[in-house]
RNA sequence: CCACAGGUGGCAGAACGGUUUAUGCAACAGACUGUAAAUCUGUACUAAGUAGGUUCGACUCCUACCCUGUGGA
């Protein structure tokens, strides 16, 4: 089993070790997304060069294309996408909300005049829930498809992942607490039953077998957060909180809520979250591991991340918006602090012009740019718990 | 010189005798948190070749001129 240790605190901050069949990953850390089998943009190369120790990969999209036993056959994800290190996999529980009730609230950041494009006379959620699993007709093409928690972590199993996500339902902010309350019966039940299909199937004996987490939901219900803190951290060796929505303190109470209810040395991720003040704000709190498409997809919409002492706070949430009009002729780098490969070779100036040109060779550089800096910044901070000073660090950022 | 077609915002390009004249691109800004995102939203353009005429009212109809394209002498 993939092991986690804790080496050191800093209040309720730690800094940790898990070790996987593909390498340690030195915690608190961040995971790129790369939903597809690819973090957008950027090759294995790039990665290990930026100090990317573990990426993700999602059930969901990969099931449909190009299929979980096309890339079994093709030797697992590691060798498909050729990446020697750490791989965690999405359940595919998240789409199941933002394709299903997400899109009919408008919760989800989906594009509703989408859903026309795809069934024009229909306009009906594509996922459907029912105590089995969950019935979705792809975005891809219309065709049908059925994921439980089964069918979940066999995928997963095939995807040869070294950290797994149990399969669990999302509840929407427009739900009652009852509606609520029923959602999170739901993620319990499927949470044994991935537990199950877990014991049963995934039993690698060459391997450091990987770690399934279980994941918390709740929504913004106290008593339901403390009730799945309890019973998440009573049936899964790793926690994982999901369901975040709505405003910043909300999501601070619940993972203090969450710490406060579950066992310390379990490791504790923190479900799609991961602009530069969340970090701060939940490592602070107790959380290790975080994944998030914000330095992916803000760099391939001009969303830069800038530091403190250039210009980044909390009220720009550490950006700049490179396709302004101000940044045409300016020959700084994106960052003039920064040391990754684009800051010490290009201007804004460039960026932006390969910005405004459509230019591909920009989603290289800008990406790497917005991940090198995320990368890097959990690496200051797992330098600062180390140090004992995280509180100044923090200071330092969020002032 | 003749014939035909046409001249609409920065560019492209519709419709229409009648309240604020589409739309796309470009421009300018904003958003982005387990990726249905190289996406989405908003703003601005204060648009009818020129000069007349018809009409209660013209971008829309008529006349002349100017310009562009195609074909012909």
Redesign the pocket.
């Known amino acids: 089993m993939v092991s986690f240790r804790v080496l050191q605190k800093d209040g309720k901050a730690r800094a940790g070790k898990l070790e996987t069949s593909y390498g340690v990953i030195e915690t608190p850390n961040f995971i790129p997304?790369g939903?597809r089998a690819t973090v957008?943009a950027l090759s294995s190369k790039d990665l290990k060069q930026i100090g990317v120790q573990v990426v993700?990969a999602?059930t969901y999209?990969l099931m449909l294309r190009p299929g979980a036993d096309l890339i079994e056959k093709m030797g697992g994800l590691h060798q498909f996408m050729s990446w020697d290190q750490p791989v965690m996999a999405?359940?595919g529980?998240?789409?199941v909300?933002?394709?299903g009730v997400g899109?009919q609230s408008g919760e989800s950041?989906?594009?509703k005049?989408?859903?026309e494009d795809?069934q024009p006379k229909q306009r009906v959620k594509?996922a459907k829930v029912t105590e089995e699993g969950v019935t979705f007709y792809s975005?891809l093409d219309g065709s049908k498809h059925f994921l439980g928690p089964e069918q979940s972590i066999k995928i997963q199993k095939q995807l040869g992942v070294d950290l797994m996500?149990a399969f669990?339902d999302?509840e929407s902010i427009t739900q009652t607490k009852e509606e609520m309350l029923k959602s999170l019966e739901l993620t319990e039940r499927w949470a044994l039953r991935s537990k199950e299909s877990y014991r049963v199937h995934v039993d690698d004996r060459t391997h450091i077998r990987p770690l399934l987490y279980g994941?918390v939901h709740g929504g913004l219900q106290k008593d339901l957060r403390i009730r799945s803190a309890l019973f998440t951290d009573q049936h899964f060796e790793a926690l994982?909180i999901?369901?975040?929505y709505g405003e910043?303190k909300d999501l601070y109470q619940i993972i203090d809520l969450v710490v406060t209810n579950t066992s310390d040395e379990k490791i504790r991720h923190l479900?799609?979250?991961?602009?530069v003040v969340?970090l701060f704000e939940a490592i602070e709190r107790g959380i290790d591991l975080f994944?998030?498409?914000?330095p992916?997809?803000?760099a391939?919409?001009?969303?830069i991340y800038i530091l403190p002492k250039n210009g980044g706070s909390n009220k720009n949430?550490f950006t700049l918006?490179i396709?302004?009009?101000?940044f045409f002729a300016d020959p700084k780098p994106l960052d003039p602090s920064c040391l990754c490969y684009t800051c010490q070779n290009f201007s804004r100036s460039y960026l932006a012009y390969l910005y405004?040109s459509?230019e591909?060779l920009y989603?290289f550089l800008a990406t790497y740019h917005n991940v090198y800096f995320i990368i890097n910044l959990v690496a200051n901070i797992r330098k600062s718990l180390q140090e004992t000073q995280f509180t100044k660090l923090k200071k330092e950022w969020l002032r």
């Open positions: 997304v939903t957008k993700l999602n999209h999405d359940s529980g998240f789409q909300f933002s394709l899109l950041k989906v594009f005049s989408r859903i795809f594509l975005h996500v669990d999302h994941v994982a999901g369901g975040i910043r479900l799609g979250i991961g602009e969340d994944d998030c498409v914000a992916t997809r803000r391939r919409n001009g969303s949430s918006n396709a302004l009009a101000k405004k459509g591909l989603h």
